[in-house]
Each structure stands twice: as C-alpha cells, then as structure tokens.
C-alpha cells in the first residue's frame, strides 16, 4: 500500500538549504531561553536560598513557578506563528525575558524571586509552540522527526554548555552574577535570530528555487492531505473550543506533564544530587552534569530519527519515557557506590530529552490545519505545569521526610506513567502505513 506520505520522498537532487538556515538559529535561541530557565538549580546550591531565606519547599516552588507564568502565552503564541510572524513574536519575548533575568539578579527576598520567576515564564511561555511551527512551515512529514529533534538538541545542549560556565560564576563571582550573564546573553540573541530566520520558505531570500518549489508542493499536499482525512471524519470545521473537547489533546497533555514533571525535576536538582553524591565543589559539579547532557544530545537525534524510519511516533515517546524513569530508579537505588550510580545517571540523561521528537511529530497528525499552532500551544503550556510539580514534589517530599530518596522515587514514577499513557495515541501515530488518503482508507 503507497502511503501519501511516501510519496513525496525528497528528491537527491533538491539542495538542503533549509537544514543549515533555520535549524541553527532556533537552536542558539532556545540554548539561551533554557538556560535562563533551569540555571536556577545553580544558584540554589550556591547561596541563594540562604541569602533570600529560602526553605527547600520555598526554593522548589520558586523553580516551578515558571511554569504557571510559561502557561499564559503557549496558545497564543502558537496562533500567532501559524497565522502571522513567528520571527516578530519570538523578538519582543527576546527583549522581554532578557530583561527579567537581569531584574532577578537584584531580588531581595523570596517574593521578589517568586514575582520575577513568574513573569519571566510569561515572557519564555510562546517561544516553544512558535518554533515548533517554524520548523512544520519547513520540513515535510518524511523529515520533521529529525528536524524536531535537531532543534530540541538545543535543551540538553544548553544545560552542557552553561552547566559549567554557570558553575563557575556562582563559585568566583555569587549566584547574583549568573542571572546578570543570563540576561545579557539573552538581549545578544537579537543579533541572531532577526538576519537569519525566516517565518515560511516563499519569504526567504537565500533560499533556491529547487528547494522552494520541492518545499511549497511538498507542505501544500501535506495540508490538503491532513485537511482531507479529517474532513473524511467528518471534522470539517475545528474551533479551539472543539480542539479543547477532543481526546487526542489531553492524551498528549497528560504525556508531556509527566514528560516536564519528571525530567525538570532531574535538572533542576541535579546540580544538588551531584553535589550529594560525590562531595565535591560546585565548579566540578557542573562539569560532572555535562555528560548526562551530553548523552541527551544523542538521545535526541537518535529516537528522532528512528521515529522517522518507521512513522511509529508513539512507540518511540513511550520507549524514552520509560527508559528514562527506570535508568533514574537505578541511579537513586545505587547511590552508596557513586560511580555506578553516576553511569545510571549519565544513561538516566540520555533519555531526558529523547521523547520530545516523536511527540511534536504526532501533533500535526492528530490535529488539523489552522488549529494544529494552537494546539502545540495548549500541550506544551498545559502539560509544561509539570515542570512546576517536579521539583515542589521533590522538596516537598525531601522537606517532610528528610531524605531526597522519596522525591527522587515520585520522579520514576511519573515518567513510568508517561510512557504507558503514550501508547493511547491513535494508530495514525503508530506507523506510515496508518497515514493513508481517505480513499485507501475506505478501501483497506
């Protein structure tokens, strides 16, 4: 059975064009708006809590309160990528966030951190669904597994190349100097993203006509093939009021808050389990996290790209997920002999990130055009609150029983559950062989 997915496998002949201009710059965006958001867990062991007079409970909601403030754009910023400029939207966040983080460097007290905490996920909270749209205005089904997960490389990767410098200046220069470096950093990324990107191939200038002409008839079937198949089930019309009642959307909301819950709460206090683990300084802490950051990179790319070899999006998302809450069990069981509980931890950082291609690969299946930025939206900003119960739950739990086992343990079991609720997804994201035209539909 030829699938119509299949048949628009890309030309040899059609330059690439497309891989080193738009993936490069979404990368280096989102290296920056990551760190701003989990270097937190540096300053937290480097002083902070002390200097603000923050408890564990208090310093865990100060690292998961972002994400409540992360909530309030994700569907509009993902509206306003499908219909307007991306490139526009993503510049005045870039000013605004840059700016908070500079702000956070001054706070003098818990609520002051809690206040700028919020406000800055408000400023991040439309950039993710924005570049996700992006990236589906540039690459076809057939490449957007790998194309996703070159610019989710950018998650793990920003916590290897900061980890150290953000190690760094809390031991030389205090805790405050890190949230300055971040905010200064992020208002030099307008040099970046505004000559390089560009919202949707036909407004680029750089690019070749092959490409543009192989690109445009290529997405432009893809649309009219999705817009068919859901008229064929008789949707023809989708509101954000009727995307809101589908079963497809709380499916995947339910997978990436286990998804954020469980590995944010790894990254938040894995500067403080390293430091647990090995006694060391807060400098050689930061260069032992890169390996398990390291590790992420490959993971990324590599369930990614096995997504796309078989179009079964949701095997892979469960695999990762799996994966990653036993290797972290076994990380936290084994912590009494430091360097095997460090490898498990390394393996437990190869499968952080590895989910995030095959999921954002599903959202175009399940969700028609017109609603499928929206939807993005509602996943990532619904289902990112899980980054705000990760680490509370794990200093809630350290707080009430004194031992940073139990939190670590609720963990596991969070991302346990995210797999196996992956494998609820339709059969559409299960393979190539499910995305058939509506006509071979009826006949098979």
């Given at each position: 059975?030829?699938?119509?997915?299949?048949?628009?496998?890309?030309?040899k002949?059609?330059?690439?064009?497309?891989?080193?201009?738009?993936?490069?710059?979404?990368?280096?965006?989102?290296i920056?708006?990551?760190?701003?958001?989990?270097?937190?867990?540096?300053?937290?062991?480097?002083?902070?809590?002390?200097?603000?007079?923050?408890?564990?409970?208090?310093?865990?909601?100060?690292a998961?309160?972002?994400?409540?403030?992360?909530?309030?754009?994700?569907?509009?910023?993902?509206?306003?990528?499908?219909?307007?400029?991306?490139?526009?939207?993503?510049?005045?966040?870039?000013?605004?966030?840059?700016?908070?983080?500079?702000?956070?460097?001054?706070?003098?007290?818990?609520?002051?951190l809690?206040?700028?905490?919020?406000?800055?996920?408000?400023?991040?909270g439309?950039?993710?669904?924005?570049?996700?749209?992006?990236?589906?205005n540039?690459?076809?089904?057939?490449?957007?597994?790998?194309?996703?997960?070159?610019?989710?490389?950018?998650?793990?990767?920003?916590?290897?190349?900061?980890?150290?410098?953000?190690?760094?200046?809390?031991?030389?220069?205090g805790?405050?100097?890190?949230?300055?470096?971040?905010?200064?950093?992020?208002?030099?990324?307008?040099?970046?993203?505004?000559?390089?990107?560009?919202?949707?191939?036909?407004?680029?200038q750089?690019?070749?006509?092959?490409?543009?002409?192989?690109?445009?008839?290529t997405?432009?079937?893809?649309?009219?093939e999705?817009?068919?198949?859901?008229?064929?089930?008789?949707?023809?019309?989708?509101?954000?009021?009727?995307?809101?009642?589908?079963?497809?959307?709380?499916?995947?909301?339910?997978?990436?808050?286990?998804?954020?819950?469980?590995?944010?709460?790894?990254?938040?206090?894995?500067p403080?389990?390293?430091?647990?683990?090995?006694?060391?300084?807060?400098?050689?802490?930061?260069?032992?996290?890169?390996?398990?950051?390291?590790?992420?990179?490959?993971?990324?790319?590599?369930?990614?790209a096995?997504?796309?070899?078989?179009?079964?999006?949701?095997?892979?998302?469960?695999?990762?997920?799996?994966?990653?809450?036993?290797?972290?069990?076994?990380?936290?069981?084994?912590q009494?002999?430091?360097?095997?509980?460090?490898?498990?931890?390394?393996?437990t950082?190869?499968?952080?990130?590895?989910?995030?291609?095959?999921?954002?690969?599903?959202?175009?299946?399940?969700?028609?055009?017109?609603?499928?930025?929206?939807?993005?939206?509602?996943?990532?900003?619904?289902?990112?609150?899980?980054?705000?119960?990760?680490?509370?739950?794990?200093?809630?739990?350290?707080?009430?029983?004194?031992?940073?086992?139990?939190?670590s343990y609720?963990?596991?079991?969070?991302?346990?559950?995210?797999?196996?609720?992956s494998?609820?997804?339709?059969?559409?994201?299960?393979?190539?062989?499910?995305?058939?035209?509506?006509?071979?539909?009826?006949?098979?």
């Amino acid at each position: 059975m030829e699938t119509a997915v299949s048949s628009l496998a890309v030309p040899k002949t059609i330059p690439k064009g497309r891989w080193l201009r738009i993936i490069p710059p979404a990368v280096i965006v989102y290296i920056i708006a990551y760190m701003d958001r989990v270097n937190i867990g540096f300053a937290m062991a480097g002083g902070m809590n002390e200097a603000l007079g923050l408890s564990m409970a208090l310093s865990g909601l100060a690292a998961g309160i972002f994400y409540w403030g992360y909530l309030v754009l994700q569907v509009p910023g993902g509206h306003a990528a499908e219909h307007g400029s991306a490139k526009k939207f993503i510049l005045w966040t870039i000013l605004a966030w840059g700016g908070i983080s500079l702000v956070t460097g001054l706070a003098q007290n818990g609520w002051q951190l809690l206040i700028l905490r919020f406000l800055l996920g408000v400023a991040e909270g439309g950039v993710y669904p924005a570049v996700l749209v992006i990236v589906g205005n540039w690459f076809p089904q057939r490449e957007l597994g790998r194309a996703n997960a070159l610019f989710l490389i950018s998650l793990p990767l920003s916590s290897a190349l900061t980890n150290p410098i953000s190690g760094w200046l809390v031991s030389h220069y205090g805790w405050r100097m890190l949230f300055f470096f971040e905010g200064i950093v992020s208002l030099a990324l307008i040099a970046v993203w505004l000559p390089l990107i560009s919202d949707r191939p036909e407004q680029a200038q750089w690019i070749s006509r092959e490409e543009k002409e192989y690109l445009l008839t290529t997405l432009a079937a893809e649309k009219a093939e999705r817009a068919a198949r859901f008229a064929a089930q008789g949707h023809v019309k989708w509101s954000y009021g009727r995307l809101l009642l589908d079963r497809n959307i709380w499916i995947m909301v339910i997978i990436y808050m286990c998804y954020t819950g469980g590995t944010v709460g790894y990254l938040i206090w894995l500067p403080t389990l390293l430091k647990r683990l090995t006694k060391m300084s807060l400098t050689h802490v930061g260069w032992l996290s890169v390996l398990p950051l390291v590790a992420a990179i490959a993971g990324v790319y590599l369930f990614g790209a096995l997504s796309d070899r078989s179009g079964n999006r949701r095997f892979w998302c469960a695999l990762a997920l799996w994966g990653c809450g036993i290797w972290f069990f076994l990380a936290t069981l084994l912590q009494h002999h430091v360097w095997l509980s460090y490898t498990c931890l390394i393996l437990t950082g190869l499968l952080t990130k590895a989910m995030q291609g095959p999921c954002w690969s599903m959202a175009p299946l399940v969700f028609p055009p017109g609603v499928a930025g929206g939807a993005r939206g509602i996943i990532n900003g619904i289902g990112s609150l899980g980054g705000f119960l990760g680490p509370v739950l794990v200093g809630w739990l350290t707080t009430r029983t004194g031992n940073m086992n139990y939190g670590s343990y609720s963990l596991v079991i969070i991302l346990l559950l995210g797999g196996s609720v992956s494998m609820l997804m339709p059969k559409v994201t299960a393979g190539y062989k499910y995305q058939t035209k509506p006509q071979e539909q009826a006949r098979h």
